[in-house]
């Protein structure tokens, strides 16, 4: 029946059982004028239709008005048609709006808190239904689990009329991609629940599911990236919210909050509101880090070994703790206790949660075994500490039998010489050294570490050169039967030969006369790793005329790995930092170029000063090359000795005992093949760059454009090859380099040419370590202002508050309803009605023999 009416009406199929209700309409819009004239001709019509019909014949009156009457309402039907008539069907929809929970699962949400503030741990543990000792062995994961899944929680009342989608956030990967589109997972989508107890009990099940997938394990906490990638997949859809829960920690850097405050913008201008939930202590906790020990990296037996510990501490003010030092030999596994121990206050304001750092010296009176030793110095635990595993910090030292013996050959007895001088003085459990200073009187005592190693004249035979270790010539003049072509031609051979090392320091006297020509000091020229070029003008005359400028010494990226220009910890940034303070050259010797070979560790910061057979190339200062079997440094300037004005000379010390171990290693070692990476110890996910300088058995560089290192997995074996290429851009030869993504935790060992049963006595390798990223717990704090950045006001709550958010949250249910009208004039039906009464009039007429 239905579907003959949905005929008759033209009406698609199922239109009139779909709809919840109907009314009739008229779609004509007449003016009232048209309206009036049409009600006068319709009762015209009407009375006329009447007084025909009474005048016909002698038919009976009630046939003659039932007659009249057909004719009447086809008259009626015309005049409606007239009028457009039409039926309204009324639709009624209930619409729902999302939810959406975004959850951190970052490895700073599996902290345990402690909850410093009373009033918020009591509160906590009385909406978790636990004891507060129950409630620090919690982590912020479950918490969190707990709370929202909890029958009758947020959750569960949201569910009733909003579908809700849960979503975790974070990389899985270290150092991983964190693109917006990958950076969010959905971990669960649950329907609408209504008043079904059956459907309300699914959904609680669904919710329980998709939380108890968090694990706390990414690495990386980008809260502007989760916002921008959940609003960019919800386009299109009606959200009620965006509920973030999170420690509000970012680990993104120091733009997270620009980045985050865009990302509130972008949300907002889509009419979204966001409500933020915090959870973890606000309170920093305590902690004690050991930083670095820092160390000489060789001594010799006998030797005092001095070490600084570099610690931190937060919220541990004034408190006193005793740090212990320990050894073992790298081939062992247990350690033993030195017995030395330091008393420390920690430093800091009282009430100040900043991260505080200082030093600590301890001394080794005396190294008295020969072998490579591991020293660890640690302090013990405070009770209810953050974390105990950065409590520890250690160096690796190699305990050699003999002192370094050094050459020092001055030109003249200047600043640079006496300070230098005093260096070695200063330094004797570590240096046996001569003293040949050229311009001293003819009857003058040399000076020397000790009687057996004083000179009477510079060194004649092989023998006598060949016992030093490293040379140092600080702007030596020619001397008749000293420092003359004999002497250079010995030096030559010992530091090519022989893996000696030589330090040449420029100055304004000598250098120029003895390096930039032609004749017997040209070995010497060919030496170092610049050629030198002619000094322009008188340096007093350009002191004296105008205002002297003490341009900084600018390490390049180089210099702030290489061991004789680290003067920091394992990070670049920390040397840079360094060569910062330290004051810089008035004055530098003219560098036509830097030879193929040759590194440049430091250049000169002036703009004027550059290189003139470059491009352009600032001077260096500082530069090292291998010479082959030897090595040699570059110093364009004699005015380390102003560095004695910074840090008591601490720094001053460490660059000089940097560059004589540095010259001195290549006379212990004799290694041909050297991996260095400029660190020791790495996260998953950095990428860490392999240096390789590597030699023939002839000592001369590998022409090959491809070298292959091993990384060896030190406790299973296993065996990554990586292939360093040599440098194309500058071809050159013996100089290889590789960037490789750390993915796996370990120790490893970098070797090369396993095959050859001598590379052990061939290759210097490099042993380090790779350990999870630290950025998610170095503030394991929670940040609630973050979260108040994008949901302020009532929009902001704590974890144990989040009840809040089915009343904060509007009704996800809107009912709409939706007229459709259908014009009824022009359907059949309309036909049908109009030809049906007109012949039963025709008919009636008929049978009562009407006219």
């Known amino acids: 029946m239905k579907r003959f009416l949905e005929w008759l009406l033209q009406l698609k199929s199922g239109k009139l059982a779909g709809a919840d209700s109907w009314s009739p309409n008229f779609a004509a819009e007449y003016n009232n004028w048209v309206i009036l004239g049409l009600f006068v001709v319709f009762a015209a019509l009407v009375v006329l239709t009447i007084a025909c019909y009474l005048r016909e014949g002698d038919t009976r009156r009630r046939t003659k008005m039932t007659i009249a009457a057909i004719r009447i309402t086809v008259i009626v039907l015309i005049f409606a048609l007239l009028f457009q008539p039409g039926l309204t069907l009324r639709y009624k929809k209930d619409l729902y709006s999302t939810v959406v929970v975004l959850v951190d699962d970052s490895l700073s949400m599996s902290l345990k808190d402690r909850y410093a503030d009373a009033s918020l741990r009591n509160d906590l543990a009385e909406k978790l239904g636990v004891s507060q000792d129950e409630l620090a062995s919690l982590n912020r994961t479950e918490i969190v689990r707990r709370i929202l899944t909890r ?23 270290p150092g991983g991609d964190t693109n917006e589109a990958k950076y969010a997972l959905q971990i669960g989508q649950i329907k609408v629940a209504g008043d079904d107890t059956e459907r309300q009990t699914e959904a609680q099940e669904q919710i329980i599911a998709a939380l108890g997938s968090l694990s706390a394990s990414g690495y990386e906490t980008n809260l502007a990236a989760a916002l921008r990638d959940v609003t960019d997949r919800l386009e299109g859809r009606r959200v009620a919210g965006i509920v973030m829960i999170s420690d509000g920690q970012p680990t993104t850097g120091s733009e997270s909050g620009n980045r985050l405050n865009a ?4 949300v907002r201008q889509r009419g979204i509101p966001v409500f933020g939930v915090s959870v973890g202590d606000p309170v920093p906790p305590q902690n004690i880090a050991m930083v670095r020990l820092q160390a000489p990296a060789e001594v010799r037996k006998g030797s005092a070994i001095e070490m600084k510990a570099y610690m931190s501490n937060r919220n541990c003010a004034g408190l006193d703790v005793k740090i212990h030092l320990l050894r073992r030999l790298v081939t062992k596994e247990d350690w033993t206790d030195t017995g030395i121990t330091e008393q420390v206050t920690l430093s800091g304001a009282a009430g100040s949660t900043r991260s505080e750092a200082q030093e600590v010296t301890l001394v080794v009176p005396k190294a ?27 160096t690796k030292i190699r305990v050699s039998e003999e002192k370094i013996k050094i050459l020092f050959v001055s030109g003249d007895a200047g600043w640079e010489f006496q300070r230098l001088r005093a260096f070695l003085h200063h330094n004797p459990d570590r240096y046996a050294f001569s003293i040949w200073q050229q311009d001293a009187e003819a009857k003058f005592n040399q000076e020397a ?7 009477k004249q510079l060194p004649r035979t092989r023998k006598e050169l060949f016992n030093y270790d490293t040379v140092i010539l600080y702007d030596p003049a020619y001397t008749k039967d000293g420092f003359d072509g004999q002497f250079v031609g010995m030096l030559e051979s010992f530091v090519s030969d022989h893996h000696g090392g030589l330090c040449y320091i420029a100055s304004n006297k000598n250098s120029d006369r003895i390096l930039t020509g032609s004749g017997p000091f040209k070995p010497l020229s060919a030496l170092l790793p610049v050629v030198l070029g002619q000094r322009s003008g008188d340096i007093a005359h350009r002191i004296i005329s105008g205002q002297p400028t003490a341009w900084r010494m600018a390490p390049t990226a180089l210099g702030l790995e290489h061991p004789a220009t680290r003067l920091g910890g394992r990070r670049p940034e920390e040397s840079e930092s360094i060569w910062e303070i330290l004051p810089g050259a008035y004055w530098t010797h003219p560098v036509v170029s830097l030879k193929p070979l040759a590194s440049a560790l430091t250049v000169s910061s002036d703009p004027t000063d550059r290189m003139s057979g470059s491009d352009g190339e600032p001077t260096p200062l500082i530069a090292v090359q291998y010479y082959g079997k030897g090595r040699s440094l570059y110093f364009g300037t004699d005015e380390t000795w102003r560095w004695q004005a910074v840090e008591d000379g601490m720094f001053y010390q460490k660059f000089w005992s940097n560059v004589v171990d540095f010259l001195a290693a290549g006379r212990l070692q004799k290694k041909r093949i050297i991996i260095t990476t400029g660190a020791d110890c790495f996260a ?22 491809e070298f292959r290192v091993d990384m060896v997995e030190t406790t299973t074996g296993a065996v990554q090859t990586i292939t360093l290429i040599r440098d194309a851009r500058k071809k050159i030869s013996g100089r290889y380099e590789a960037l490789i993504p750390l993915k796996e935790v370990g120790t490893f060992e970098l070797t090369a040419m396993k095959d050859d049963p001598s590379y052990k006595d061939e290759v210097a390798g490099k042993t380090i370590t790779v350990t999870l990223p630290r950025e998610e717990f170095i503030h394991p704090e929670a940040d609630p202002s973050t979260l108040k950045s994008i949901a302020s006001g009532k ?29 009824l004039w022009d359907v059949p039906l309309a036909i049908i009605l109009i030809v049906m009464l007109l012949a039963a009039e025709w008919i009636l007429r008929k049978k009562n023999n009407m006219t």
């Open 151 to 173: 029958q009758g929680g947020p959750l569960a009342e949201l569910a009733k009329d909003h579908p809700l989608v849960l979503v975790r956030f974070s990389t899985s990967q």
């Open 263 to 266: 990302a509130r913008d972008y």
């Open 368 to 394: 008295n075994k020969l072998g490579e030793f591991f020293y660890k110095v640690e302090v013990k635990p405070l009770a209810g500490e953050f974390s105990d595993e950065d409590n520890a910090a250690t």
């Open 449 to 455: 570490s000790s009687e057996k190693m004083r000179l």
């Open 684 to 705: 998953v996910g950095e990428e860490m760059k392999i240096r390789v300088e590597a030699y023939d058995r002839t000592y001369k560089p590998l022409a090959k454009d």
């Open 795 to 823: 929009r902001f709550m704590m974890v144990h508050e989040s009840d809040r958010l089915t009343k904060l949250i509007p009704h996800g249910k809107m009912t709409v309803f939706n007229d459709v009208p259908h014009e």
